[in-house]
Structure formats: C-alpha cells, structure tokens
C-alpha cells in the first residue's frame, strides 16, 4: 500500500501538521503530506510544510476565487484525503462533493458536545471549562455539510481538573491526544483503503 495523498489546509501554528509530517517520515503512516495550503499568509503551518520541502500555498481568504484556487490546488497535487488541521474556514459544497468521505478535520472537544458554530480554538475550552465538565478531548470526524457534525472516525478523552485554565486544558488535549489521534486515523483511513 504506497498510502495515500494527503492535501493539509491550516490556518495557524499547525502542530498537527507537524505531528503528520513526522509520522509519514518514521514511517507511521505510509501516507505523505503531498501540499500545505492555508488561508493566513502568517500561518506558521506554511513555514513547517516549506522546512520538508512541502509545497506550500497561501491563498487570500478573501479572495473571490478562493475556493476555485483551493481546490485546483488539490486537484494539481492528486490529493486522495483533505485534512484539516487547525483550519478556520467552512469547506465549501463544492469541495464537500468531490471530495465526499475523504475530507477529515480534527476538533478539540468530545463532539457533538462543543461543536459547530463559534466553537473553535481556545472558546472550545472555555465553553468546557464553564459547563463545569469533568472531562474533554478531541475528535476526528469526517467533514460533510454542517460545522463539525460528520461521522466520528476517533474519539479520545483527557481529565479536567477544577482549576484549568482555558489554556492548560488547551495544551493537554492538543499534546495528549489531537497530536496522536490525527495521524491514527488517517492510519485507520489507509487501512480501510487497502481492504
Ligand atoms: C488545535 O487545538 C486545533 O484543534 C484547533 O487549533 C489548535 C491549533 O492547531 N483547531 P495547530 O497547532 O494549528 O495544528
């Protein structure tokens, strides 16, 4: 199985990114990230992808062809599975169509809990921390049409202690599980595609 094409979108400092990057390299995975394409010209995430000599692309979020830009982008580079990794943008019909059941996005909380429309980034933690759970965690899902509400690929929990900050509970689930779960599922992805 030579794995699969991985198209990457990011919008931030893409420790995910990095954490894919990583496995594809020890051979986690035998999928490779194949180009890293991000909305915000500062994304850090863009400066990993260039330090493994990723194609890398900025796109202006606000342009109008934006969305025709992304995906010609992934269309050049024969991307098999769109991964968003700290991606603030709502994936257009379009992309949802073409790439239907192969679109995976990571989101930091125990969904459909703290999920959808203004949850993301460090509000997700704060809505946690202020309905006084007891626990939280990341998701991998499949992307389809609404915010953060297609089928749960992996799930994965982390205590919350009384005292949390936003930030500290921030830093556990990123460190302690979206760090791991992302790269299993696209692992589970590519053992499904070999079936
Ligand atoms: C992560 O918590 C991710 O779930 C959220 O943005 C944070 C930073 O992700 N969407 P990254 O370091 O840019 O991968």
């Known amino acids: 199985m030579s794995g699969l094409r991985l198209g990457v979108l990011v919008s931030g400092s893409g420790s995910n990114l990095q954490k894919v990057i990583d496995a594809s390299l020890i051979k986690e995975i ?6 890293v394409i991000s909305n915000k010209k500062e994304a850090y995430g ?4 260039r330090n493994h000599s990723i194609p890398a692309y900025y796109v202006e979020g606000k342009s109008p062809n934006y969305d025709r830009e992304v995906l010609g982008l992934l269309e050049q580079h024969q991307v098999d599975v769109v991964v968003l990794a700290g991606y603030l943008k709502i994936i257009p019909e379009e992309m949802i169509e073409k790439y239907r059941g192969c679109i995976i996005n990571i989101h930091p909380s125990l969904l459909p809990k703290f999920g959808g429309k203004g949850y993301y980034g460090i509000r997700v933690h704060e809505a946690v921390l202020a309905a006084g759970e007891k626990e939280s965690g990341a998701t991998v899902h499949y992307v389809d049409e ?3 509400t297609g089928k749960t690929i992996i799930q994965r929990k982390v205590p919350v202690y009384s005292n949390d900050t936003p ?10 599980v979206e760090h791991k779960i992302l790269v299993e599922a696209i692992a589970l992805i590519e053992k499904e595609e070999a079936k």
């Open 30 to 35: 035998e999928s490779k990230v194949v180009c």
């Open 46 to 49: 863009l400066e990993r992808a």
């Open 146 to 148: 609404g915010i953060d």
């Open 167 to 176: 930030e500290e509970l921030a830093e556990r689930v990123l460190q302690n």
